[in-house]
């Protein structure tokens, strides 16, 4: 077992994107900024897809990590990628709020994709080694692991949520992917709801025995437990200080025409997101004359996601519309209340957003954790700002001085951003400092440390 690792990440994505030719470079998130560290410091490795289909790769190493790439083929982006993990579990794990497709093909590609990341696993962990498996593009991997290498310690992490019984239980392969899961030692999710969800499943759909979230088969224990992930707050809270953020800040509200009240929606663009319905809520509030044009602006960034999967060109055409109805109606010559933009932003300029912003609003209808919320609290050192937030972000679990809203009730969404929009200083400030406090103690790497030890444990 020479040459292998004694600590290793199996995820969908390898932690790099191709630079020019030849080169790499970190992929930005918080996930990597939470694991490159631990696994600098373990002599760990990273298995995952490199994003170009088609190609095989030799391991290499980048930045302190070892990097072992798992060839994807152009059909197996499509089928197992953009098929069954998007089309499939990504709308039935979000409360289907769009309809999931079923569809043996994608299955299949999704099985032979799995068994193909739990071999590369197999053979690249030292014995005894202990194995990190992320997200729902992976859920069979822990099973198949097991069987291959029983000797491994291993652990999956999902980073969306975990529906109830009686949604999970459409899925045709629905006993696969709950065995598939239960070859891990610990599972672990955003939320308590989830945790609860699964160990249920297991006795409803299984049969099997437990004891709170531990449960019995072939006598082992699983457990089951909630991790929720969080932001790199230091780093956040000191880039916002730097002067040259100050200023872009500055100037990006200029840049709106100095509105009395900037909001600010940071999303992927996908169903989940809850988009549609801040902007209907902005809309009617400025057809009512609650609020005026030119008093407040509403940014929002949206860069489209799995462009090739058919939901997202629909969603796509929807908001462009509604995008133009608004400025088209609402609009005055050289002022448009919504400035809508497509392009991925660094991570200063996304940082100057956050600190121009007076309003954030994170309105999801369903989301496992949402961390954009968590990065607008760490922006905020001045105890500025206010943060509407959907009741169905599992941030919503630890950020209850937030605005809290039901997205799906417009009427309610338009009174919570009128609130936040006239909220005193004294109360914005007196609800930042203490959600301040929770993202800044529950940070990203407690959460990579927590779920660690209790793996280890
Ligand atoms: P996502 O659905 O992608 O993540 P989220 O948690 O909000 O949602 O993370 C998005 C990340 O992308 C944030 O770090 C944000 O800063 C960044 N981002 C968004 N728009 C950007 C832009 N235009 N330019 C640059 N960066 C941008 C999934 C789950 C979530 C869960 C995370 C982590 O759906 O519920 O919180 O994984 O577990």
Redesign the pocket.
Known sequence: MQGRSPFLIVANRLPVDRAEEGTWRRS????VTAIAPVLQRREGAWIGWHGAPDERLEPFDHDGMHLIPVPLSDSEVELYYEGFSNATLWPLYHDVVAPPVYSRVTWEAYRTVNERFARATAESAAENAVVWIQDYQLQLVPAMLRKLRPDLRIGFFL??PFPPVELFSQLPWRREIVEGLLGADLVGFQRPGGASNFVRLCRLLLGLQHQKHEIHLDGRVVRAGAFP?SVDFGELDSLVREPHIIERAKEIRAELGDPECMLLG???L?YTKGIAQRLKAFEELLCEGSIKAGEAAFVQ?A?PSRERVEEYGRLRDSIDRQVGRINGEQGEFGLQPVQYMH???GREE?ASLYLAADVMVVTPLR??????AK?YIACHNDLRGALVLSEFA?AADELRQAFMVNPYDIDGLKRMMLTAMRATPHDLSRRMRSLRRRVATYDVDRWAKGFLAALEA
Do not use: A, F, K
């Open positions: 930005p998130g918080g996930l980073h969306i992930i940071v999303d992927r996908d960034i860069p392009q991925s932003y996304l989301d496992g954790m949402n961390l954009v990065e599992g």
